[in-house]
């Protein structure tokens, strides 16, 4: 009963915000792969967070007036035994009325005759408009079954917003069940990330070194992973967003993992990169010890008071020594600061929000100025260098990919690592590889 409070605090929270109006929320509809086969089903993170319900087929309706308190509404699938035969248990409407706190539930093809009702003499409805055109057209539908009433004195509510604003703001503060959460995540990572470091050797392939990923990740209670894995052996290292995992290991490049499991709605995201062969070269390792120094930085800059781009200052200016000190960039720090030569080698922000989403919700700008950071916020922490082959960079450097990324929690005094366990010294990494 702990867990449901919390959902029930955050719907009560959001319809305090609301003032008055109705919201309505649906699930994540179900995807086919091909044919009559589904991909893996996962609940939209604003439904779930303010509900705890994982089932397709929901919409959560949330009545919020100033002068009673809020009634919230669930439509789900009705109870179906034949169905359940095939598909597996499905709540109902009267069992998750009970389960899930709320003040009423119906089956789910009761939504086109009760939401008009719901909707007529609102002020307001709100709803994620632009986000699904099918979905926009649904509201619409029931917004002009009420507008067809006003004649017998029926008002159509006058206004329209997006409850993703008022969620946004609501979901970038942590709570304490949703940390508990994510340490749990970010601990299993780990474990993948080490592992993944003890199985790698040349001569494997990328793929088998994710599948020591996908096991850790399940062996431990996370049945997905929050987000396609990378993991990208020489040059691969250098595609940002390199998903195929198919080339072989060779002895003398250097390997980058990017990968965090979803654990229970949330997620972890960890980046390690490590030697195929468990030795670092010489230049290898003056490029990892760059990228760790500029990722040491970023994390001091990661505390209560400081703006959001505090850190990826921190990091460039790092980086950008480090670039003209290997003779990759020419000039002052400033100089490639204002010209953005660095570019070339670091083209990504040094993190993102981190929560349910990977790249999680949340302004990084109020007002045209980079957000202050609070304690409860959640972010990655993630600098690089990618050092393509090029005319003007010495061909030593060539196809050398690194970045780092941890997980950080903004405490009152600092930063808490979750992922602080992932190996990532050049001597943490070697003994675990021998």
């Known amino acids: 009963m702990e867990k449901i409070e919390q959902f029930l605090k955050r719907r009560k929270q959001l319809a305090s915000m609301m003032g008055n109006g109705v919201a309505v929320i649906p699930t994540a509809p179900e995807r086919l792969r091909n044919r009559d086969a589904h991909y893996p089903y996962r609940f939209d993170s604003y439904f779930y967070y303010l509900t705890g319900f994982k089932e397709p087929e929901a919409v959560l309706a949330i009545v919020a007036e100033q002068s009673e308190s809020a009634r919230c509404i669930l439509f789900c699938r009705a109870k179906d035994p034949e169905r359940e035969i095939w598909d597996g248990f499905r709540f109902g409407p009267d069992r998750a009325m009970e389960e899930f706190g709320f003040d009423e539930a119906y089956p789910i093809s009761e939504i086109d005759q009760k939401l008009p009702e719901l909707l007529a003499n609102q002020t307001a409805v709100y709803s994620a408009f632009g986000n699904d055109a099918t979905w926009d057209q649904r509201i619409a539908g029931w917004l002009n079954q009420v507008r067809a009433q006003n004649r017998n004195g029926v008002a159509v509510p006058g206004e329209i917003h997006d409850y993703r604003i008022l969620l946004d703001e609501m979901r970038l503060i942590k709570d304490d069940s949703e940390l508990q959460i994510m340490r749990r995540a970010a ?248």
């Open 187 to 434: 601990d299993i990572s780990t474990q993948a990330h080490r592992q993944a470091m003890q199985a790698t050797r040349p001569g494997r392939y990328e793929y088998e070194i994710e599948a020591e990923l996908m096991h850790t990740f399940y062996r431990f209670g996370a049945r997905s992973p929050a987000y396609t894995s990378i993991v990208a052996g020489g040059a691969n290292a250098c595609i940002l967003h390199y998903i195929e995992n198919c080339a072989q290991l060779n002895r003398g490049d250097l390997l980058l993992i990017d990968a965090g499991c979803e654990l229970e709605g949330y997620a972890s995201d960890i980046t390690r990169t490590f030697p195929v062969n468990g030795r670092f070269s010489p230049v290898q390792k003056d490029i990892y010890q760059l990228v760790l120094s500029a990722q040491m930085a970023a994390i001091d800059q990661a505390r209560p008071g400081n703006t959001w781009d505090d850190p990826h200052q921190a990091a460039l200016r790092i980086l950008a020594q480090g670039f003209i000190d290997f003779g990759l960039c020419q000039g002052s720090v400033e100089s490639v600061l204002e010209s953005e030569d660095y570019k070339r080698f670091y083209m990504h922000r040094t993190g993102h929000w981190l929560g349910m989403d990977v790249h999680d919700v949340g302004e990084y700008k109020q007002q045209g100025e980079w957000r202050i950071l609070q304690p409860g916020m959640t972010l990655t922490v993630e600098p690089g260098c990618y050092i393509r082959p090029a005319e003007n960079v010495p061909q030593h450097f060539w196809d050398i990919g690194v970045r780092i990324e941890d997980d950080a929690l903004i405490t009152a005094d600092g930063n808490e690592l979750l992922t602080a366990a992932a190996p990532k010294t050049v001597t943490e990494i070697e003994e675990l590889m021998q």
